[in-house]
């Protein structure tokens, strides 16, 4: 049931299934008649861990009807990581690791998150300018989330 109008398309928030293998994931969305998913990082890699490949992926998501709307998230473009590597707050993946998983998965969008120190907002700006053209040149769109720009200085 594939909407004329961008945004109308009906997508499971892989944070609300987290904890569940992406195998199963899948399968359960198009059943409950989702037409996308979005993609978060964490589960990604444990599927992967568990031999899963990007390919494999993308077949379990395109064989069902289903699309990536969006993989998330790019928690390195404005400068370090402030949390440990097993912290729910680690992006878990470097910007251009998530950007081959998008494109792997034909995912539509990077999301940007950035929680670190405040960053000058013309800096932030520069930064979220050339994340979006790298984004672009492999196939997805970037947004930011608002928290970035609350946090940014002026």
């Given at each position: 049931?594939?909407?004329?109008?961008l945004g109308d398309?009906?997508?499971?928030?892989?944070?609300?299934?987290?904890?569940?293998?992406?195998?199963?994931?899948?399968?359960?969305?198009?059943?409950?008649?989702?037409?996308?998913?979005?993609?978060?990082?964490?589960?990604?890699?444990?599927?992967?861990?568990?031999?899963?490949?990007?390919?494999?992926?993308?077949?379990?998501?395109?064989?069902?009807?289903?699309?990536?709307?969006?993989?998330?998230?790019?928690?390195?473009?404005l400068g370090p990581?402030?949390?440990?590597?097993?912290?729910?707050?680690?992006?878990?993946?470097?910007?251009?690791?998530?950007?081959?998983?998008?494109?792997?998965?034909?995912?539509?969008?990077?999301?940007?998150?950035?929680?670190?120190?405040?960053?000058?907002?013309?800096?932030?700006?520069?930064?979220?300018?050339?994340?979006?053209?790298?984004?672009?040149?492999?196939?997805?769109?970037?947004?930011?989330?608002s928290r970035q720009?609350?946090?940014?200085?002026?």
């Amino acid at each position: 049931m594939s909407s004329e109008r961008l945004g109308d398309e009906l997508v499971l928030c892989n944070v609300s299934v987290a904890p569940f293998p992406l195998e199963d994931v899948f399968p359960a969305a198009a059943a409950a008649g989702f037409e996308g998913v979005s993609m978060l990082a964490r589960p990604h890699a444990r599927a992967v861990r568990h031999g899963r490949t990007n390919r494999e992926l993308c077949e379990l998501i395109t064989d069902r009807g289903l699309f990536v709307c969006e993989i998330e998230a790019a928690g390195d473009w404005l400068g370090p990581v402030p949390f440990p590597a097993d912290s729910m707050f680690h992006p878990v993946y470097t910007v251009d690791e998530l950007l081959d998983v998008g494109e792997a998965l034909e995912a539509r969008t990077l999301v940007a998150t950035h929680f670190g120190a405040p960053v000058a907002l013309d800096d932030a700006a520069r930064a979220f300018a050339q994340l979006c053209h790298r984004a672009l040149e492999r196939g997805c769109a970037s947004r930011s989330s608002s928290r970035q720009w609350r946090r940014s200085q002026t």
